[in-house]
């Protein structure tokens, strides 16, 4: 077996410095700017076409894939290892430390690390992959198979883009995979996710409007509130110490409430700022519907409203409230439903419109998945990452996220993220180490190698 760590150290300075460029590039989702060859705007065409530049000048074959997606495949001929990864981030929202989009390195030794939207999710771990191909390639070690590394630009916001990959473009499955999207030591079974709207006409008076949250798939960390004036609720506010702020604007007041960002499959761990306004509007104003929702909606398991669940597998059931409107008599906020291979989702989602008294706008519901431990693709990357990591009693896991796993056959999520060092994503500054960067490109050099083998 040849010497992955070793070999890795060659590649550290470029890998770095590539992923600086990568990450500058704000790729997040852009309608305004959409046109032909740019399905999710410009920014994330941006970084799809560095994917590109990048692959070209290491000698792979490379597909753009109509904007979907930027498609290298490294090797001349056998069956296909497959590497999904994302050059899409989500948007940006807190406090951060550095701005998002500079890619600062700080800290010295095991504390250096890069800080930026992406570095963690999932702009690293592509980098790393990609140097691992390359490693792979220079040390004539793709002999006999093919290695295809697809980055996507739409993962954040349900992966249209490998739906249009597959499904639109006809493109070969490979006969291994993975995504280097969640965690190590590697993901064998994840969460089934519903991403729905609950919709109503109510009447909030004297409330004029309410807009809050970036995304889906993320707790909703700010709510902005229109009000007139009402200098009793400003004292309340005030007086309460409610998270937030109020600002005056002629015969208007707008109040804002803050909470705590969090991924949409731990939605324990934030603080959701839709909650806090209705629960704080409900209670001044008297709002019966607001009371109501605060109420049942609390508990992000379920409780309020009979949606718990839990499975052998995969754990609890969670919901999570990423986006929230209020305008002219409309009320809609987004629900990311996540479940165990238990659960029957329909019968749960029932239950919520009933308690809440919501209409349910479905918006996509992807199934569980769960692979044997025992498979050829779980056990040789389970050997993989022990041989390189001396970890040999950690397990494979079972997750609440979501991965390009369930859009890609014969595929699971493995790395880029290790234990205690889960790098914020979704959160403000997000970061990633240096070291665990170098490792990352080490480990799935060794795992590609190690399924080529099987594969052949």
């Not at 793709?142 to 597959?166: H, I, K, P, W």
């Not at 050829?376 to 990452?385: A, G, I, N, R």
């Not at 493995?414 to 960067?437: L, T």
Request: some cysteine.
């Amino acid at each position: 077996m040849p010497n992955f760590k070793k070999l890795a150290k060659l590649y550290d300075h470029h890998a770095i410095l590539a992923l600086q460029e990568f990450v500058r590039k704000n790729s997040v989702y852009d309608p305004k700017t959409i046109e032909k060859g740019a399905p999710y705007g410009k920014g994330v065409k941006s970084a799809l076409d560095y994917v590109a530049e990048l692959g070209h000048s290491m000698g792979a074959k490379v597909d753009l894939c109509d904007g979907h997606a930027t498609e290298l495949t490294f090797g001349e001929e056998g069956p296909i290892i497959g590497i999904y990864a994302h050059s899409d981030v989500v948007p940006i929202s807190g406090s951060w430390k550095y701005p998002p989009f500079s890619a600062k390195i700080d800290g010295e030794g095991k504390s250096r690390r890069m800080w930026g939207r992406g570095t963690s999710d999932d702009k690293g771990p592509l980098i790393a992959a990609l140097y691992s191909c390359k490693l792979l390639q220079d040390n004539g070690l793709l002999d006999g198979y093919r290695v295809r590394l697809v980055a996507g630009g739409d993962e954040e916001r349900g992966s249209s883009c490998l739906e249009y990959y597959f499904h639109e473009l006809k493109k070969e499955p490979s006969v291994y995979g993975f995504t280097p999207d969640a965690e190590f030591p590697l993901i064998y079974a994840e969460k089934g996710i519903a991403h729905f709207n609950a919709v109503n006409k109510v009447d909030l008076r004297p409330i004029v409007a309410i807009d809050g949250g970036v995304v889906v798939n993320a707790v909703c960390d700010k709510v902005v509130v229109t009000l007139p004036i009402d200098r009793k609720f400003q004292s309340h506010f005030l007086e309460k110490k409610i998270p937030g702020d109020i600002n005056l604007a002629g015969d208007i007041m707008i109040v804002s409430f803050k909470g705590k960002s969090a991924h949409a499959s731990t939605p324990e761990v934030g603080v959701n700022a839709m909650l806090l306004a209705f629960k704080t509007l409900g209670e001044f104003y008297k709002i019966e519907v607001l009371q109501n929702l605060a109420n049942v909606l609390a508990d992000p398991f379920g409780a309020g409203f009979g949606g718990q669940n839990t499975s052998k597998e995969l754990g609890k059931a969670t919901y999570s409230y990423g986006l929230v409107n209020y305008a002219s008599g409309k009320l809609c906020f987004s629900v990311d439903f996540r479940f165990g291979e238990s659960a029957n989702p329909d019968e749960l989602i029932e239950k919520f419109k009933a308690k809440t008294g919501m209409e349910i706008e479905m918006h996509g519901k992807s199934k569980v998945l769960l692979f044997d431990k025992k498979s050829p693709l779980v056990s040789t990357l389970m050997k993989s990452y022990k041989r390189m990591t001396h970890k040999f009693f950690d397990k494979p896991l079972a997750i609440g996220g979501g991965t390009y796993a369930k859009e890609a056959p014969n595929c699971v999520a493995y790395g880029s993220a290790f234990k205690d060092h889960p790098g914020d994503i979704h959160s403000p500054n997000e970061y990633s180490y240096s070291d665990d960067f170098l490792a990352q490109i080490a480990i799935y050099a060794d795992a590609i190698y190690s399924l080529g083998q099987v594969a052949k």
